[in-house]
């Protein structure tokens, strides 16, 4: 029901963007997300948006060079990513799910649906 895109190979301080489209429902009450996963390591958060589009939340790591957004007319979600860096190489994972709480947002546990994720590969 969710589906990522947008991954690919970039070098080092480049951009890409990643959307996450919906299928088969709407996820327009719902808080979506993006979390990624580096070989050997534990998933990790990325950003989060809130169903109304308001409240954004972001991982330190990332904070400043990431931009979240959505847009709920056509159910799906992006993921602007700016100034790449190597330590960014991971397979990235939307989701959606009901908290809206900026202490739990970071929580996989608080997602329901989960994408199939998207590769981003950072070159030096």
């Known amino acids: 029901q969710l589906q990522a895109s947008g991954g690919g190979l970039v070098q080092a301080g480049g951009s890409l963007r990643l959307s996450c489209a919906s299928s088969?429902?709407?996820?327009?009450?719902?808080?979506m997300g993006w979390f990624r996963q580096a070989p050997g390591k534990e998933r990790e958060f990325v950003a989060a948006?809130?169903?109304?589009?308001?409240?954004?939340y972001y991982g330190d790591s990332v904070k400043g060079r990431f931009t979240i957004s959505r847009d709920n007319a056509k159910n799906t979600m992006y993921l602007q990513m700016n100034n790449l860096k190597p330590e960014d190489t991971a397979v990235y994972y939307c989701?959606?799910?009901?908290?809206?709480?900026?202490?739990?947002?970071?929580?996989?546990?608080?997602?329901?649906?989960w994408g199939q994720g998207t590769q981003v590969t950072v070159s030096s």
């Open positions: 989701t959606a799910g009901r908290s809206r709480a900026a202490q739990t947002v970071s929580w996989p546990s608080e997602y329901d649906y």
């Open positions: 088969g429902r709407t996820f327009y009450d719902y808080t």
């Open positions: 948006i809130i169903a109304t589009g308001g409240n954004r």
